[in-house]
Nanobody
Framework: QVQLVESGGGLVQPGGSLRLSCAASGSISSINPMGWYRQAPGKERELVALIISGGSTNYADSVQGRFTISRDNAEKKMYLQMNSLKPEDTAVYYC?????????????WGQGTQVTVSS
């Protein structure tokens, strides 16, 4: 059974920084892609950033230049460095991954970690 566990959320003041981590465990031969999503109260879940195994990345316009996604393939971990945080970044952040299961990739979600940006 594949599990994704996020950590690193918390309360931070506007302009501050946080680093989220996602650790994958279980029977994993390949993970591609991995990504961070977020869901604010009353809003739909949205893509924040995506990274493929070769290192290519994609960001939502709202976080471009402030957030950096990275991954450690050997450790099966993914990170999201969030700088210059704004109140509108407040949301539950979810780790997402497509994991190879035989001949198909299956989609998995973590349980989420709360990020609150407030003074």
């Amino acid at each position: 059974q594949v599990q994704l566990v996020e950590s690193g959320g918390g309360l931070v003041q506007p302009g501050g920084s946080l680093r989220l981590s996602c650790a994958a465990s279980g029977s994993i031969s390949s993970i591609n892609p991995m990504g961070w999503y977020r869901q604010a109260p009353g809003k739909e879940r949205e893509l924040v950033a995506l990274i493929i195994s070769g290192g290519s990345t994609n960001y939502a316009d709202s976080v471009q230049g402030r957030f950096t996604i990275s991954r450690d393939n050997a450790e099966k971990k993914m990170y999201l460095q969030m700088n210059s945080l704004k109140p509108e970044d407040t949301a539950v952040y979810y780790c997402n991954a497509y994991v190879l299961d035989g001949l198909v990739y299956r989609n998995y979600w973590g349980q989420g970690t709360q990020v609150t940006v407030s003074s």
